[in-house]
């Protein structure tokens, strides 16, 4: 009798840790390769953001693999061509669906707006390098970082140094100097604009023209000479690298007086300067700090940085543009902090490793350090890097030279002639 009661007892805890085990849930284990989503537009009229931002990010996988990868496994890339935002609704979708647990992507806002949402309904980590629209991160998305600074930031640092900076260099002050707006007319240019004239009346700045166009026209003339009866001192622009061109060129040919035209991000671009030869010096465009002052960064860093470029100059033969160096950096942080926290390739291990990241300022290669905001107070951003900064870079000598911030810079500012 004792037998079969010691058998019975033995059969129900049995019975119950089998029954514990069935209904525990299954733990994600480490991966034996990481695959990531890479999500750009590789083709049509965005490309050359796309493929620029991806050729930093497939640099900084490189640099990894070749090192072991992440904790002995290899980053295997799966990527989407997204042109459009229905394109990058789909295609999120599709990464999703393909068990991918975090896309990188896409340096396009219309893009990064689109794809975000569909990521964040399917718990997917959507890690944003470059896209700078505001609401990003700001609807309280659980599973969308963004590296790069936000809207805000970039249009306050436009305003600032064209104010504090720019005008006292032409003889200028706040009450004197005119100033005029012109941004093109999707999602990146309306949200860049839309901060930059509140920052510029809460300094009591004259605004004497705001002007959107379409990125993809053909003839700004019109533009230009809108801007040419404006009288302006300093002309502000929140532009692409093809419009950026054409409107410099045209204010070429029909004589725009002012040279000072502070912008972002086409008159960064290496074929801004190389379209516009010596007509570009002086220019100016908010930037990443990609051309800071390499002694400044610590070490480590340095080191880093030095190898991004032998690898890129390596492949094309020139060196990085910012659209590339951001890619870099983006996955930078994920690749060698992020993943090898969170130990698999788990999207809520993720989250959270991202969550508890605390780099300190200098550990990118663009002088950032990285940690993610929640929101409180005044800050309404989640998942938004709060140590990524703004710079200023002007065209010297037929270089892209940093002239802000002074604690990162590699030169002074120019009076633009």
């Known amino acids: 009798m004792a037998t079969c009661r010691r058998e019975f007892i033995a059969l129900v805890a049995g019975a119950a840790v089998a029954s514990a085990i069935a209904a525990a849930p299954a733990r994600a ?58 394109q990058a609704r789909s295609e999120a979708e599709r990464l999703a669906n393909a068990g991918i647990k975090v896309v990188i992507g896409t340096n396009a806002s219309g893009l990064a707006m689109a794809a975000s949402q569909v990521l964040e309904q399917q718990k997917v980590v959507f890690w944003e ?48 100097v005119r100033i005029a707006i012109k941004y093109e007319d999707g999602a990146f240019g309306n949200s860049i604009s839309k901060a930059l004239v509140e920052r510029l009346k809460s300094k009591g700045v004259n605004v004497v023209a705001t002007e959107s166009y379409s990125a993809r026209a053909t003839d700004l003339s019109s533009l230009v000479l809108k801007l040419k009866d404006a009288k302006a001192d300093i002309i502000l622009s929140t532009d692409y690298p093809n419009d950026a061109i054409l409107f ?41 700090l990609m051309d800071l002052d390499p ?72 002088g950032w350090g990285v940690k993610f905001s929640t929101p409180g107070g005044d800050n309404k951003h989640l998942g938004q890097n709060t140590r990524a900064v703004v710079g200023v870079t002007q065209w010297q000598d037929g270089k892209l030279v940093l002239v802000w911030p002074e604690r990162f810079a590699s030169g002074t500012l120019r009076t633009p002639k």
């Open 29 to 86: 284990e480490a991966p034996k390769e990481w695959k990531v989503g890479a999500l750009f537009a590789f083709s049509g009229p965005l490309a050359f953001l796309g493929q620029e931002t991806f050729r930093g990010a497939e640099i900084a996988s490189r640099i990894i693999n070749e090192a072991g990868g992440i904790n002995g496994a290899k980053i295997v890339w799966e990527k989407a061509d997204a042109g459009s935002p229905a």
């Open 129 to 176: 390098p470059g896209s700078a629209v505001e609401e990003l991160t700001t609807r309280g998305y659980k599973y969308t970082f963004r590296t790069v600074p936000p809207g805000s930031d970039w249009a306050h640092t436009l305003a600032d140094y064209a104010v504090d900076k720019v005008a006292p260099s032409l003889g200028k002050t706040k009450d004197t």
């Open 248 to 288: 410099a060129r045209q204010s070429k040919e029909l004589g725009l007086p002012t040279k000072a035209i502070l912008g972002w991000a086409g008159i960064a671009f290496p074929k801004f300067r190389q379209d516009l030869g010596d007509y570009a010096e002086g220019m100016m465009s908010i930037n990443m």
């Open 295 to 366: 002694a400044k960064l610590p070490p480590e860093t340095r080191a880093v940085r030095e190898k991004f470029r032998e690898h890129y100059k390596k492949d094309t033969g020139r060196e990085p543009p910012a659209f590339t160096a951001v890619g870099f950096d983006a996955a930078w942080a994920l690749f060698k902090y992020v993943l090898p926290k969170a130990g698999k390739n788990d999207a809520d291990a993720i989250r959270e490793a991202a969550m508890s990241l605390d780099l300190p300022e200098g550990s990118l290669t663009m």
